[in-house]
Nanobody
Framework: QVRLVESGGGSVQAGDSLRLSCATS????????VGWFRQAPGKEREFVARISSSGDSTLYSESAQGRFIISRDRSENTVNLQMNNLRPDDAGLYVC???????????????WGRGTQVTVFS
């Protein structure tokens, strides 16, 4: 059973940076694709970024493109999300999710963490 634990959230000023981490366990790290999602109060959950099990493929939302970087740390079984030049509309609960991609890919984000809160003030 895949378990995910997020960390790194906090309250920052607009223009500052945060680095979020998603620690995984319960399944071989190299078989998991990992994505980041966020949800602000009163809004639907939205996709932010994802990285493939191999690390060869990344995808960002239009909002995240050019400001955020997703990466894998294989020594720690962790996926990081470096968020730069944060804006107030980046605020929300950031949650990571995992899907099995090896030996055969699946489409569902089947495992979810509890989330870490990000607040951006101007």
């Amino acid at each position: 059973q895949v378990r995910l634990v997020e960390s790194g959230g906090g309250s920052v000023q607009a223009g500052d940076s945060l680095r979020l981490s998603c620690a995984t366990s319960g399944r071989t790290f190299s078989t998991l694709g990992v994505g980041w999602f966020r949800q602000a109060p009163g809004k639907e959950r939205e996709f932010v970024a994802r990285i493939s099990s191999s690390g060869d493929s990344t995808l960002y939302s239009e909002s995240a493109q050019g400001r955020f970087i997703i990466s894998r740390d294989r020594s720690e079984n962790t996926v990081n999300l470096q968020m730069n030049n944060l804006r107030p509309d980046d605020a929300g609960l950031y949650v990571c999710a995992a899907r099995i991609e090896r030996p055969f890919p699946t489409e569902n984000w089947a495992s979810w963490g509890r989330g870490t809160q990000v607040t951006v003030f101007s």
